[in-house]
């Protein structure tokens, strides 16, 4: 097989499996809906969305924090059953402990205490002044004895490899055309 050929097939390759990769991954209980982001709590979806003020054009984020600071957290319930139920949200450091009382306690950097929201729409703000590894928690609890829980893991002023198909689009067109000139070297030098 010629250079030329690897270096079209490996092109071909990398554009594929750029197109399939995906700059931002649902994590956890969180998914990606079009323009939104949306938490599924038990049966029902509760939309989501971080701003941080200052930021200027503002601009809302799903998953990772980009700076230090202010952070407003806001919550929209999709469905009318839910502002009957208290809803609250926590902020955990990942540490990578287990799930118990204490050590969620000891891990816990902020939190809103459940409560009910007639309107359907809640929000806290945190102020983040160290970057690490996150989790925020939204629990539901209901009249009934649900008891639902959401959890997404975030990062805060930690640089993602967001552009990575890009980057390996680049890396595949180097390659293809080191290839190529070193076939075209090759082919000049037999001919001499």
Same mark, same amino acid.
């Given at each position: 097989?010629?250079?030329?050929? *690897?270096?079209?097939?490996?092109? %071909?390759?990398t554009l594929v499996a750029a197109s399939a990769a995906s700059p931002a991954i649902a994590r956890g $209980? %969180?998914?990606?809906?079009? $323009?939104?982001?949306?938490?599924?709590v038990g049966p029902e979806l509760i939309y989501f969305a971080g701003y941080? +003020?200052?930021?200027?054009p503002p601009r809302k984020f799903c998953e990772d924090v980009p700076?230090?600071?202010?952070? *407003?957290?806001?919550? $929209?319930?999709?469905? +009318?059953?839910? =502002?009957e139920m208290k809803a609250g949200f926590r902020i955990l450091r990942q540490t990578g !402990?287990?799930?118990? +009382?204490? $050590?969620? !306690?000891a891990a816990t950097a902020a939190s809103l205490a459940p409560q009910i929201y007639p309107k359907g729409t809640f929000s806290f703000t945190h102020v983040f002044t160290q970057p690490g590894d996150f989790v925020g928690v939204v629990t539901i609890d209901g009249s009934a004895g649900e008891h639902w829980t959401a959890r997404f893991p975030f990062s805060v002023a930690k640089r993602r490899f967001e552009l990575s198909p890009f980057f390996l689009i680049g890396a595949a067109g180097l390659l293809a055309l080191f %290839?190529?000139?070193?076939?075209?070297? !090759?082919?000049?030098? =037999?001919?001499?």
């Open positions: 097989m010629s250079s030329r050929a *690897i270096a079209q097939s490996l092109l %071909l390759t $209980d %969180l998914l990606s809906d079009k $323009d939104s982001c949306v938490l599924a941080q +003020p200052g930021d200027a700076r230090l600071g202010e952070t *407003i957290f806001v919550f $929209d319930y999709a469905a +009318p059953e839910l =502002r !402990e287990s799930d118990e +009382p204490s $050590d969620r !306690e %290839l190529f000139a070193s076939g075209k070297f !090759e082919t000049n030098r =037999r001919r001499r």
